[in-house]
């Protein structure tokens, strides 16, 4: 290595100089890696804020985007069938005269003020009994018997060329009303427990229905009844409930859920989180 000295200097005094160079110049060198450093943090924090809004976004357009049953009360069964139930006189209406199929199965709690339940069967096979079961506990968990704080309710099941609009001499049909002709196939005393939930992956989904159908979809839910929480009230306490089982780097997309995504799927009336 070429070392420069002054000739008009005595050594000390040029070992002096070269030494005052070194240490301005170990300055420089810790200043620029420094400088490196907070460039690396701050393009790793761009990264996450980047990955967050990008979820952000992911989960906003599937919430989003609307297919038929949106419109509707429906959930995934455990078996992978599409179970779809009214919200009020007018989706219980569209319904029955729009959506159901030969192949379908039609439930409904036997109580005043229920949704229909339709048991989408496209393929005009076999439906499991734990499908059946399910819909048998979502048409009574929507029913008006949540509302009136009921623990259970009967629930029955027909297919759709037994549910019929005409009503007999001299009876009158309201809107979303139907008459039912034929034998009835029954699920006794259904017990009113639902499960509201999140699937985690690029963003977080809200869904919710029967404990069994959740279950199969995600870990990341909790168990409802009957009790004295608004629905509001009762989703801001699922949200945090899941919070708190989930992973750190899940946090911030169950954070990201509105309370709106999970009061869809809770009844009308009041609840509480079962242990």
Partial sequence: MDVSIDIRKNAILN??????????????????????????????????????????????????????????????????????????????????????????????????????FLVKNPSGGSIPENTMREAADAAAAYSSAWKAGLGSCDVYYVKPDQVSKKAESGEFLPKGGFMIRGTKAWFRSRELVLALGLVIGDAAIAIGGPVSAVAAKTEHYSKIGVGSLKPGELALEVKKQILRTTIREDGVKVKDISLEELQRFIPSGTGRILA
């Fill in 15 to 116: 070992a002096q100089e070269h030494y005052e160079r070194a240490k301005k110049a170990a300055v420089k060198v810790t200043g620029a890696q420094k400088a490196l450093a907070e460039t690396i943090s701050k393009i790793e924090k761009l990264k996450t804020t980047h990955a967050v809004e990008k979820a952000k976004t992911v989960r906003k357009k599937e919430f989003k985007e609307k297919r038929w049953f949106d419109k509707f009360r429906w959930f995934e069964s455990s078996d992978g069938f599409l179970v779809v139930g009214g919200r009020d006189a007018v989706t219980n209406e569209i319904l029955i005269k729009k959506h159901a199929e030969k192949n379908d199965f039609v439930f409904h709690a036997d109580v005043h003020g229920a949704p229909f």
